[in-house]
């Protein structure tokens, strides 16, 4: 199975779209936008997301954000996440 294909069934299964992705670099929190015309493919979309450097993390909190309406993450950059 791809991983964009795991990562929504993950999705459907927690029964709700807020995520949380760590890449090697940041970390983001948003909600996962579903749209068949506007999907790239193996990218996650994401609306309110908030983009914070993984190195200005401390015990979940960030000390500097920047915030988004809408992002698109590829995949294969995503280490790990978590649906909140």
């Given at each position: 199975?791809?991983?964009?294909?795991?990562?929504?069934?993950?999705?459907?299964?927690s029964n709700t779209n807020r995520?949380?992705?760590?890449?090697?670099?940041?970390?983001?929190?948003?909600?996962?936008?579903?749209?068949?015309?506007?999907?790239?493919?193996?990218?996650?979309?994401?609306?309110?997301a908030t983009v914070c450097n993984?190195?200005?993390?401390?015990?979940?909190?960030?000390?500097?954000?920047?915030?988004?309406?809408?992002?698109?993450?590829?995949i294969d950059k995503i280490v790990?996440?978590?649906?909140?």
């Amino acid at each position: 199975m791809d991983r964009i294909k795991q990562f929504k069934q993950i999705m459907e299964k927690s029964n709700t779209n807020r995520v949380i992705i760590l890449t090697n670099n940041y970390q983001i929190i948003g909600n996962v936008y579903e749209c068949s015309e506007c999907n790239k493919e193996d990218y996650v979309n994401l609306t309110d997301a908030t983009v914070c450097n993984i190195q200005d993390t401390y015990e979940g909190i960030c000390e500097s954000e920047s915030k988004f309406d809408w992002l698109h993450i590829n995949i294969d950059k995503i280490v790990a996440y978590s649906f909140i």
